[in-house]
């Protein structure tokens, strides 16, 4: 079948996968209107909105961090119907990255394998971008990092600042220890590690609170995620992001993303859903592998709300969008509800709409 996407798709595939990705975003960037001109939708016929950490996703399917590090086409992906954008990573000084080629497509299985290293234009630039930016009624969230050059032992420095400097134009931030493509980086889910990242953040939080989600990885082990949890609740977090790309080192090095990762994301987030019971002011955002409505209400079946997509997105482009707010239309018509809050209200007991 013919669509915009399918013609387009079939030009970047020819193209190396990041060098179609900046000009992809380039194109987005100068022409924010092609969105509502080219990938305009049909109204749902349902409320799709969804509440968490006291924001309105007004669809539950957001657009994961890592495609518009720099927040250049917020304007673009916002007029999309995304229930939120999420820009980033944001490192406190600006960062190439590690050395070309780093991403790599794997087509036969929509999946993509990367080694970035956080390259982006800095939080100065990237704040300035922010604060120009269209949001069109849609959350912003905005993943922070630390700079490669940064230790782990001053690493709570660039969490700091980059905190600082974004809860103020943000809705919601996220920090990020979980990339396998910055040096020790993962270490710093590790219980203490973690905690001198959240205690330094107590006073700046104190006076602006803005929901923060702490995004971790699918090759942790089931045994480290009750103290993640612990902490998380303790210093107030909104919840947590699960998850960021796998590690597999027989495809190559870097981090996997897409349908290769679904089965051990799955498992990440069906063990916190469960883990996480005694903690109800935790929300869990899901992300990783997710590609269908299927695995959409796999998730809502162990009790999530909302989700990311990245990779999906990448092959299937706005059209993923359209199929996912048709069939929860239908999921809440066939269970006689009304809106998508009270199907998942009531979902352990819904009928499966496939």
């Known amino acids: 079948m013919f669509t915009v996407y399918n013609l387009f798709k079939k030009c970047a595939f020819c193209l190396d996968p990041e060098v179609a990705h900046e000009k992809s975003m380039s194109?987005?960037?100068h022409f924010p209107l092609l969105a509502a001109e080219l990938f305009s939708t049909r109204p749902a016929k349902f409320d799709h909105s969804v509440e968490i950490a006291n924001l309105t996703w007004k669809f539950p399917i957001g657009l994961a961090a890592g495609l518009d590090k720099n927040g250049v086409a917020i304007d673009f992906f916002s007029r999309l119907?995304?229930?939120a954008i999420e820009i980033g990573t944001v490192t406190p000084l600006p960062q190439a990255g590690n050395e070309r080629p780093r991403m790599f497509r794997l087509k036969s299985s929509e999946s993509l394998r990367n080694m970035m290293g956080f390259n982006n234009l800095g939080a100065e630039k990237i704040y300035e971008n922010v604060k120009q930016c269209k949001k069109n009624g849609k959350?912003?969230?905005?993943?922070?990092?630390?700079?490669k050059s940064t230790s782990q032992e001053n690493a709570w420095e660039d969490y700091l600042m980059l905190y600082q400097k974004f809860a103020p134009i943000s809705d919601y931030l996220v920090i990020n220890v979980s990339s396998p493509n910055t040096p020790g980086l993962r270490h710093l889910q590790g219980k203490e590690s973690l905690k001198v990242i959240l205690e330094s953040l107590?006073?700046?939080?104190?006076?602006?609170?803005?929901?923060l989600f702490v995004k971790i990885s699918p090759d942790l082990s089931f045994t480290d995620i009750p103290e993640i949890i612990e902490l998380a609740s303790d210093y107030k977090l909104a919840g947590l992001i699960a998850t960021?790309?796998?590690i597999m080192s027989e495809i190559g090095a870097g981090g996997v993303s897409g349908k290769l990762l679904l089965e051990r994301a799955s498992a990440m987030r069906k063990f916190i859903l469960e883990h996480k019971s005694a903690f109800p002011e935790l929300e869990l955002i899901g992300v990783g592998g997710i590609s269908s409505f299927e695995d959409l209400w796999?998730?809502?079946?162990?009790?999530?709300?909302?989700?990311?997509?990245y990779t999906s997105f990448i092959y299937r482009g706005p059209e993923i969008l359209w199929k996912m707010q048709k069939s929860i239309d239908r999921a809440i018509e066939i269970n006689g509800h009304h809106s998508l809050k009270e199907l998942?209200?009531?979902i352990k007991l819904a009928k499966r709409p496939f």
């Not at 959350?139 to 700079?147: D, E, F, P, S």
């Open 81 to 83: 119907n995304f229930g």
């Open 139 to 147: 959350i912003l969230g905005v993943n922070l990092g630390k700079n």
């Open 27 to 29: 194109f987005l960037a």
């Open 202 to 211: 107590k006073t700046v939080r104190a006076k602006k609170p803005t929901p």
């Open 344 to 346: 998942l209200e009531n």
């Open 298 to 309: 796999d998730f809502w079946q162990g009790g999530g709300k909302v989700a990311q997509i």
């Open 244 to 246: 960021n790309t796998t």
